[in-house]
């Protein structure tokens, strides 16, 4: 299996000081004082704008990204980040209307865009990913804040530091992203 690679830059339009990995990078800021742009080379990759894998999340594809501030309305500098493991096989994931995997439940194996429409379900609380990488996003139609899911349980989002956001569609992470 192929590791991605995602180089960092100090400053915007790939200048400064860089730093490349292609792993996972809990604290950036032990290699560079700051990030202003970035370039996936290969694979998939989650930033995050605190350390620890915390903060606000962004999924970045293959591309270069020369000012990733301004283009994803970031307000702070990526801090740390997480390869995404390609993921081929069958996608499974079970949703749930409550914390603590309560209320109204309903299975995924495929990209869905509004729960709301699709299982009358006003909320996502808590989940179980089987199998796969997905993206679960805090409005319909995939936008609004996201959150990287990887197979586990996940009984309260409020408790990952979501607070006040529940999750309204969920999208797989395909192989596409090399």
Known sequence: MTMGKIIFYE??????????TSSDCPELTSYLSRCHSCRVESGCFMVYD???YMGNQYFMRRGEYADYMSMMGMRECIRSCRTIPM???QFRMKIYERENFGGQS????????????????????????MDGHWLMYEQPHYRGKMMYMRPGEYKSF???????TRFM???????SCN
């Open 158 to 164: 409020r408790d990952m530091g979501m607070s006040g």
């Open 11 to 20: 400053d915007r339009n790939f200048q400064g000081r860089h730093y490349e």
């Open 106 to 129: 309903h299975e995924l194996n495929e990209d869905c865009d509004n729960i709301q429409d699709r299982f009358r379900m006003n909320d996502c609380m808590s989940c179980h990913v």
């Open 50 to 52: 605190r350390p620890n």
């Open 87 to 89: 993921h081929r096989g």
């Open 169 to 175: 569609s969920m999208r797989r992470i395909m192989d």
